[in-house]
């Protein structure tokens, strides 16, 4: 390790919380995307603990600081900066305190992030969501860097994202800006969405929405989830348009983001979109479609730096 300045990330998910411990330094000056973080000798040492959903908020701040610790183990702590989270649900960066959260964290609306895990590590805390944090990371070292303006979509298991212009995060005033699954979509009209409201983006282009619209229309289950269908789309073509249908909705709903917006850039990144073609050329199709004229120049990228991006993002936040 050099004697630079050092910064935990942590990355607080439903399944998994992830950390690395990072040299701020080299993560700026190394080259794009995740090889580019790797040989630039920015992540010092890594490390992953099961989330323990369920058991309560304390359990999940123990979890993190258990962490924190490993990572940073044998480390002078005058080097270290602090710590970064982000985590899902709408933050208050200010505070760093969850205002809400879905069940995907169970009790974790009102957790006092910064301020927990602070009195548990000895360390400054600072918390963010993880869309926020994920665009930091991409803005750092993937693919929206030296990017100015960004709007970053991350589609999984739901669809979040994160807005950027100026090169600073657009928070709004609620701190909820950057909740793009919940931007209405023509395809998803009465749809039921995972926030309670109907039709939402993220009730036909998200993960499980795609797949459950394929077991509607075919009658066939699919087992092996997103991962399955995504096999099957060579040669299924019920498979390949209900991904296809995804992307294409998913594309008109962020046309109407960039006619608002104007970025330069639209990064695109999570599980669904690593499927590749058969959901992101639709998705390219319904954006393309669906732009103004003065805007249809504006960039498409894939993210570069995969479940990395919110942990890096996280120590970007702390550093």
Not at 50 to 75: F, N, W
């Amino acid at each position: 390790m050099t004697g630079a300045a050092l910064a935990v990330g942590i990355d607080i998910g439903g399944t998994k919380t992830a950390g690395a411990l990072v040299d701020l330094a080299a993560l700026r000056a190394g080259a794009a995307g995740a090889d580019g973080v790797r040989a630039a000798g920015a992540v010092l040492r890594q490390a992953r603990t099961p989330t323990p959903v369920g058991e309560g908020p304390d359990a999940l701040l123990d979890a993190a600081a258990e962490l924190v610790a490993r990572l940073l183990e044998g480390t002078p702590r005058d080097r270290v900066r602090g710590v970064g989270v982000g985590t899902g649900g709408v933050v208050d960066s200010t505070t760093g305190t969850v205002l809400s959260a879905t069940s995907v964290l169970p009790g974790w609306a009102g957790t006092e992030v910064a301020a927990g895990l602070g009195a548990r590590c000895g360390l400054p805390v600072r918390a963010d969501g993880d869309g926020n944090t994920t665009l930091l990371g991409e803005h750092a070292a993937g693919a929206a860097r030296g990017a100015s303006s960004v709007l970053l979509a991350a589609v999984g298991t739901g669809i979040g994202g994160a807005l950027m212009t100026g090169g600073t995060l657009v928070r709004g005033a609620r701190h909820a800006a950057g909740h793009l699954g919940h931007v209405a979509a023509p395809d998803a009209a009465g749809v039921p969405c995972s926030c309670g409201a109907r039709g939402h983006v993220e009730a036909v282009s998200c993960g499980p929405a795609i797949v459950r619209r394929y077991t509607e229309a075919t009658g066939t289950a699919v087992p092996g989830g997103l991962r399955e269908l995504a096999a099957r789309t060579g040669t299924d073509p019920g498979a390949a348009r209900a991904v296809a249908d995804g992307g294409r909705s998913l594309g008109v709903a962020l046309a109407g983001l960039v006619n608002t917006f104007d970025p330069e850039l639209v990064v695109i990144g999570g599980g669904v979109a690593d499927i590749g073609a058969p959901f992101t050329d639709p998705l390219e199709e319904g954006l393309r479609g669906g732009l103004l004229p003065a805007v249809r120049t504006v960039r498409l990228a894939r993210a570069a730096l995969g479940s990395d991006a919110s942990v890096l993002g996280a120590a970007t936040l702390a550093g």
